[in-house]
């Protein structure tokens, strides 16, 4: 089975500032991962995903994250936060088989 | 594209009533579809897969005969809370598998209160 670890319930960072938000996954097999952001009483919005190929990957919304299978991580970066960066962020990790498993979330407050 | 609705956005009903919650992929068909339950300040958690035609697949711990599922066509899946109780309160969210691609598109989920 698999299962996603995220360091960090609540993460504040200055306008303008680096976001680093942390995942890390267990797997058997190759996996699949994902970062969602969750606004307010909202459904989730897929930021970027990894699946093969190129380990760094872009993302909507200026966000990009690498996939280190050596550290079992995919961890989320932005180089300069917004406002309207504040949200929930979720890591998730699949087989392929669609169905998905997440973290528990890391809450992003962004400071004016 | 890829963009998933769901109906009500929010419902408040008494104990002891049902409660129906629509799925729709609105872009493309979605042979499979998922419900989530997330409680406040809390993760995702995956209740059932849902499969056009087929019966669901419940995860452990879900009632099957509360949470009652229904995927008639590859547009539409439907969560019904039968005999809601309070402890039911929560927010419910469904998905739909994109088809060709192996990513989850999300509805904007629905607010459920039992009174």
């Known amino acids: 089975a698999q299962s996603v670890t995220q360091l960090g319930s609540h993460v504040s960072v200055s306008e303008g500032a680096l976001v680093l938000l942390r995942c890390n996954y267990s797997s058997s097999v190759p996996p699949y991962l994902f970062w969602y952001v969750q606004y307010p009483n909202q459904g989730l919005q897929l930021l970027l995903k990894?699946?093969?190929?190129?380990?760094l990957v872009k993302g909507i919304n200026g966000f990009e994250a690498e996939f280190k299978k050596s550290e079992t991580s995919f961890h989320l970066t932005k180089p300069s936060a917004h406002m309207s960066d504040a949200a929930e962020y979720f890591c998730?990790?699949?087989?392929?088989?669609?169905?998905?498993?997440f973290g528990a979330g890391t809450t992003v407050t962004v400071r004016a | 594209g890829a963009v998933v609705s769901q109906h009500p956005s929010w419902v408040i009903c008494k104990s002891g009533t049902s409660v129906k919650i629509e799925c729709r992929s609105l872009d493309f068909q979605a042979t499979t579809m998922f419900w989530y339950r997330q409680f406040p300040k809390q993760s995702l958690m995956l209740m059932a897969t849902s499969n056009e035609g087929s019966k669901a697949t419940y995860e452990q711990g879900v009632e099957k005969d509360k949470f009652l599922i229904n995927h008639a066509s590859l547009t539409l899946s439907t969560l019904t809370v039968t005999s809601a109780h309070p402890e039911d309160s929560s927010f419910y969210i469904c998905?739909?598998?994109?088809?060709?691609?192996?990513?989850?598109?999300f509805g904007p989920g629905t607010r459920l209160t039992v009174l």
């Open positions: 990894y699946t093969t190929g190129a380990t």
């Open positions: 998905s739909a598998e994109g088809g060709s691609t192996d990513t989850q598109y």
């Open positions: 998730a990790v699949s087989v392929g088989d669609y169905k998905l498993s």
